[in-house]
């Protein structure tokens, strides 16, 4: 009734979505994991015909098997669940086990209310933009000056589904597209379903599907195909292709917790693009290393305007002659973060680097010819980073740097001092010094519901006199102070001393133990994992296989039962690379040492 009268009035509120439960989040009926992947050549985009292979054999595939082939659509997963036949949630992907509602905001002409099938049901899909509505309307240009228009589709649908204001026309420009169609029994049993069944249910889009036989010289064929229809047919942003078993094999085949065994994600080749360098800025580490950041004249990357990329090292900075004027040649690693490729003109000079700390003013030393380092250990730029990697431990989020960076400087700069206190509100940071506002809000709010914590998250809260702790050696100690099996092979004495029996290091951690327990924080300690151990050295980026960190990816490898220690190339008994085609250093050394040289989803088989 309300929306027929504002409609008669001509009220611009029917314009506008209401906005919805920020906090609510609600449960997948079946995880929603990521896909497995293999990347194209990187250099030549030739597809990964070896890979392919490898994935065919070990899901133990016959060459007449008809496999389905989809495009990979850059977009937003949406999980819609439909209980007794009607849609009930429409939940984003969140962390796979939880996620947001935007049920209300989909058009409702592109999504069926209802479907045939009474029984629960969730059908998986992609929300993406049409590129020429996109590129028309929202496609932020390097000359745009306003914050109103934006530089990636994706990012911007993710933005309009979350925003309060967004229009009725805004979200009905968002295709909804069905890619997976599966059934939940009351036991919690996954039934699989070809997703032709749904073509009556009342879908108004479809992704693109091909089925072919399981021969490499099909596979080829298909990827050259999905190759030129993204970039002359397709409408959408894609980035590779999806290639499934069919829905009959897909039980017996099975998932992990991170990705359907029964498909995979094929990539195609990084788009990259050539821009001047403008200048460079420096980034300060918790061990006192500096990280340059190129600044670059504004190009599109991929969908993306960019403007900085990682330097790396002081040394590749001096050695490749990157100052002012270079041209260089962009990828997104991962498809994420802008990485330097190459240099194709170098400039003259390389750009002046300091000589003393912009924090403290201490003279810079050049460690093994690499890095450019402050070695003052009360240096506030070294202090003021390894504060926000401790509070980084504790997973909350939309808190930014510069939000822990105030908070440091209010002299708030020891967990210790908040955690499980009952006296903790905004009132108490505002107090003492800190900004009223959304962000302080949510800080306090996800600050109070933590009741419990890892014994890895507790050592990572503290810097032991000065000494920072890297993600290994906080495992082993983490180990040792839980009594498991631990070792303190290659790393740091100085620093692993101050963990021994009575030292400093080991009572401040078990007394902060005690001190949470008593504010009733369980502190989980480690378990013993008497499995296989593997040594690996990682490198290269985790991300193109789903993983956003190399302690995601080792933690994962913790979850499925391994003893994992990481080491290097020498003591390794895997090279864990994201790219088998690299020429790097660490390859060839694993090469000629003839260690295992094997990709990031390769203890997922």
């Known amino acids: 009734l309300l929306e027929k009268e504002l409609v008669e009035a001509n009220s611009v509120v029917i314009n506008i979505v209401g906005a919805f439960d920020r906090k609510a989040k609600h449960k997948h009926m079946t995880p929603m994991v990521s896909l497995d992947k293999i990347q194209a050549n990187k250099e030549t985009g030739e597809a990964p015909v070896l890979e392919f292979n490898e994935w065919v054999n070990k899901m133990g595939i016959k060459s ?63 929300a993406v933009i049409p590129l020429s509505i996109f590129n028309e309307k929202y496609l932020k240009n390097s000359s745009d000056d306003e914050g109103a228009k934006f530089s990636n589709a994706r990012n911007y649908v993710a933005g ?39 073509k009556n249910f009342g879908f108004k889009h479809f992704d693109k599907l091909v089925s072919i036989r399981a021969t490499a010289s099909d596979f080829e ?28 094999y897909r039980e017996t085949i099975g998932e992990t917790d991170h990705h359907p065994n029964w498909a995979v994600a094929i990539k195609f080749k990084p788009e990259n693009s050539s821009t001047k360098t403008l200048g460079l800025e420096l980034k300060i580490g918790k061990t006192g290393n500096f990280t340059p950041v190129v600044l670059l004249e504004p190009v599109d990357l991929d969908g993306s305007v960019v403007t900085k990329a990682s330097g790396y090292n002081y040394k590749f900075i001096t050695e490749n002659l990157i100052g002012e004027g270079a041209i260089v040649t962009l990828v997104k690693s991962g498809d994420i973060i802008p990485q330097i490729i190459s240099v194709d003109v170098m400039a003259n000079t390389p750009f002046e680097m300091p000589t003393k700390c912009p924090h403290c003013g201490n003279e810079l030393k050049i460690v093994n010819d690499t890095h450019l380092n402050c070695d003052n250990v009360e240096c506030y730029g070294r202090n003021l980073y390894r504060f926000i990697s401790s509070m980084d431990a504790l997973n909350i989020d939309g808190v930014g740097e510069a939000f822990l960076e105030k908070l440091y400087d209010c002299g708030l700069n020891n967990p210790m001092m908040y ?17 009223e506002g959304k962000i302080l809000d949510n800080f306090v709010e996800n600050l109070n519901k933590i009741k419990k914590l890892t014994i890895e998250q507790v050592i990572s809260l503290f810097s032991f006199d000065k000494m920072s702790l890297g993600g290994k050696t906080t495992r082993e100690v983490a180990k040792k102070l839980s009594g ?18 009575g030292c400093v290091g080991e009572k401040a951690v078990r007394e902060a133990i005690e001190i949470l327990k008593s504010r009733g924080i369980e502190v989980e300690m480690m378990k013993e994992k008497p499995t296989d151990t593997f040594k690996v ?42 790219d088998l085609s690299s020429n790097s ?19 997922n088989k």
């Open 221 to 248: 064929k298909q990827f050259n195909f999905f190759e030129n229809f993204r970039q002359n047919v397709s409408g959408y942003k894609i980035d590779g292709i999806v290639i499934k078993t069919p829905f009959e």
């Open 585 to 603: 250093s660490k390859m060839k050394d694993a090469k000629n040492k003839k260690k295992n040289i094997v990709q990031y989803d390769y203890f």
């Open 419 to 435: 955690i499980g206190q009952d006296f903790i509100t905004s009132e108490f940071f505002i107090e003492n010094g800190m900004k």
């Open 537 to 578: 050295c990682l490198t290269g980026s985790p991300k193109p296989f789903g993983f956003n960190t190399k302690k995601e990816f080792i933690t994962f490898l913790e979850s499925k039962g391994f003893s994992v220690e990481e080491t290097n190339v020498k003591e390794c008994q895997y090279l864990v690379t994201d």
């Open 160 to 198: 309009i589904l979350r925003n309060d204001n967004s229009t009725r026309e805004q979200l009905d420009e968002i295709h909804v597209i069905p890619v997976e169609y599966r059934e939940v029994s009351e036991d919690g049993k996954i039934i699989y379903h070809n997703i032709d069944e749904i």
């Open 484 to 501: 498991v099996s631990y070792s303190f092979f290659g790393l740091e004495k100085d620093v692993v001393s101050k963990f021994e029996d």
């Open 64 to 126: 007449d098997v008809l496999l389905q082939y989809e495009q990979k659509l850059d977009g937003n997963a949406i999980n819609i669940i439909y209980i007794n036949g009607k849609a009930d949630k429409a939940l984003s992907r969140g962390d796979g086990e939880l996620g947001f509602d935007y049920l209300k905001r989909l058009n409702k002409e592109q999504i069926p209310s209802e479907i045939p099938n009474k029984n629960k049901v969730e059908i998986r899909c992609e």
